[in-house]
């Protein structure tokens, strides 16, 4: 493992400021306890205290949840009527929370009550809860979108005192779940104006984002909020290390070692099956070398699990019985797992705030953080391994979400109507075409000027569909869930699904009672799925022009396949065979969405081709100018010096490597001008595949860099590049949102695309590669297996494009 980057970010000392509450016991409390506020958090309570929505986004460990919770005590031993409610992303952030309120509130000696409701709350909680409502409510927003808001009439006396909502972790809400929770505060808005004729007070926590007020005000549909930034906290000496991309035995090499020292590590992943395929590699290993007394201290951790396995890993790392956890971007957020002395990415995680709050889990007891970021061979790690600088340079992501998605905007308008009617003079503009549809769907309908609901839906936040119980076919016991937008390219027929070190195969999916049917069978594979898909534009909302290029933003609808899948070897992780599924039973996934497309002129075809055969000419004359003793140069130099029609003629020369000349001649090159030499030749001999290489690449150049300027994920987003398009009779290229009716990344595209062009080129140029690499122009989910890439043609197409 090569670390060709190191950098030490030093420590920061403290800043304090004093605070004076009206509360005597806060202020009794501080004193007694020779607690000292820090800078941001005597000027947050001020705001707070002023009446002020603010958004604080200090670092990880800056004591944000004191600023909140002291604001709120201070309010309730005014009047100990308020209530507030308190929304976290995950369960485990708000049983934390719960039992460091209790604590405050106990040592500032204020009657107060403090309850946590959530998925798994017992009917009988929920009852004790409804009727003895308590000042601090922790929740989710998956409670607060089935539990809470449509049950409202049971939480009058909660409602009719609240004063503050406090979202902590607030840059988790971007995307479909944003989306989402952007509704939802909108609702509770309304409900809070109905039962005390104003909106409750914001207290949002956020790592660095981008513009974090104007975030903060669309999540929550309010606005004038004030951003406090500048942290009084400490932080600790970081060391951070950026290695080169490392085979996956390396890895587990560096985890063995962090077990045997007993280093209290986060391994994060992106991929759900690369979690379970390292962790299962490692167990492997460990039982190879005899280090049995190892196995149990490292487990893997990622949504799908049930709670009570996650709550079990969260205590073991707690407390020590466990030492390295792989984690997705569930213990992102703070967790409390005990001290954590390294964090290591395998691969960048899709954006520069995620990065940092991942980075921020170690060191968080004031101990040195040591950090690694190992690069994967995608584009944007390769960005990053190339321009490190760029890390702690660059600005922040924004978060990027569409409150007024229709299909996600229907769900909680059903909802709303359903909680309490709404005047048609309260429609918004953003609002009537999803209220003319449902009245059209007759699931909403007029009664004296008011909009009510006939029916009450549940659904999903965490993805634009519902999720999967997964159930083992020969016990029938659940062994856990799968959000829908996963089970059609993980729950696919015969697909391997890896769960806590066990395999298991896909028998069946009920689509009608959201399950996915396995059977535990012991594998040495994993499987990935064969994609395709295909655009169909339904309206263009926008369109301009870019030089010889036009642009355009609109409605599509989107058809995409699982043609098959691959077998790959869990031990090596080398591909074993691909399986296609017959023509029947490919499976089809049709969705509305949004995208932005480009054209190309129809002489661009003729120039991309023209340059790229020129430079391969030049390539190839260079190489034979160095061999002026070669027997066929000059046979060789007169094809290629030749008309076009030669240049398919010079490829089959250069390809024919067992003729005895181009033996002999071969013999005289390098390992470096043998490969450069068979590259050039077969373009030379494919040269109709030249255009559609060029738009593939530049597609897959594109999606590899998109997340610099959204904050999206990478299957977030879809792409499609054609030499012709039926609808648009021309070349093009598609980039669109991979969620039903949109998230906002394909708009980002369309007002920036000039900008991703430029990075795409930039990245593609500096790649050292030949023709095209993971860093550049080889996609992880491409539906064509990577073929028909030309990265040459691709700089070619880019740099007429950005002439």
Known sequence: MKIVYKKLIPGTKPEYKEFEFKSKKINNFIKENSIKLYSHQADAIEQILKGNDIIVTTPTASGKSLIYTLSILEKIDQNPDTTAVLIFPLVALARDQKEKIENLIKMTKIKATVETYYGDTSNTERVRIRSNPPNFLITTPDMLNQGILPNHWSWDKFFTNLEFVVIDEIHAYRGVLGSHVANIFR???????????????????????????????????????????????????????ITEPAPNHQLIELIIGFLKTGTSTIVFMDSRKDIEVIYLNIK????????????????????????????????????????????????EMGIDIGEIQCVVLKGFPGTLAAMWQRFGRAGRRGQTAYNYLITKQDALDQYYLKNPEDIFNRNVEEPIINPENKYILKKHLILSAKELPIHIRDIKPSEKEAVKELLEEKILYIDKDKIKSRKKISFSIRSAGDSYNIVDIKTNRSIGNLEQEYVFYEAFPNAVYIHSGETYKVINVDNDDKVVYVEKVDLNYFTHPVLASETEIQSIEKSRKFKDIEIFYGSVNVRSMVIGYSKIEIESNKRINDVMFDYKKILERNFATKAVWFTIPDYYKGLIEKNTLENSQKTVLSLLGRKLENPVYEMVLNIVSNSKTLYRKLGEILKENDSNFIKNYLKNLSKTETEILTTEAERLLNEKNIFIGALHGAEHGMIGIYSIFAMNDRWDIGGLSTNYHPQTEKASIFIYDGYEGGIGYAEVGFERLEDILKATYKNIKNCKCLNGCPSCILSPKCGNANEHLDKLATEKFLELVLA
């Open 284 to 331: 492997k290993e460990l039982e190879k070398r005899n280090l049995f007394h190892l196995m149990n201290k490292v487990k893997p951790y990622r949504s799908g699990y049930r709670q009570e396995e996650r709550r079990e890993i969260e205590k073991g790392l707690a407390n020590g019985d466990i030492t390295v956890v792989l984690s997705t971007s569930s213990l």
């Open 187 to 241: 609702r509770l808005n309304r409900l809070a104006n109905f039962y005390t004729g104003k909106e409750p007070l914001y207290i949002c926590n956020s790592a660095t984002i981008r513009n974090p007020s104007l975030f903060a005000e669309k999540l929550t549909g309010k606005k004038n909020f004030i951003e406090i930034s500048k942290s009084g906290a400490p932080s600790p000496k970081k060391l951070i290390y």
